[in-house]
């Protein structure tokens, strides 16, 4: 399990870069944004796959001990969204992507 911060803003910080892997290839998880809400840590990972110049975006939660869940991410609440966008603020690669997938 990669080691987290949490933060007196409501945020956990894992450490970046950090591996992935998935059967089709791996990489980096170069930026990631992450809120600690009422029931999950919801969170948005910047991937950037092995050879470079490839990425993905990843919606994803971990539940409160810090284990990384495999169910679809639902954000919860209006403190998600606020605490989504003000982690978000911390990854400029990650915010500049998803401001073209909304603009």
């Known amino acids: 399990m990669a080691r987290s911060k ?4 409501g945020e956990r910080r894992r450490e970046v870069p950090r591996p992935f892997q998935f059967h089709w290839g791996g990489g980096q998880i170069v930026e990631e944004a992450s809120f600690v ?5 919801p969170a948005i990972q910047l991937l ?6 490839s990425y993905g975006i990843r ?7 810090g284990r990384f869940q495999r169910s679809p991410m639902m954000i ?3 403190d998600s969204l606020k605490g989504l966008r003000a982690a978000l603020e911390q990854t400029p690669k990650l915010r500049a992507l998803l401001r073209k997938l909304v603009t």
């Not at 950037?48 to 110049?53: A, F, S």
């Not at 919606?59 to 001990?65: I, S, V």
């Open 6 to 9: 949490r933060q007196a803003d």
């Open 37 to 41: 809400g009422e029931h999950v840590e």
């Open 48 to 53: 950037e796959y092995e050879g470079g110049g």
């Open 59 to 65: 919606f994803c939660y971990y539940n409160h001990d």
């Open 76 to 78: 919860d609440s209006e």
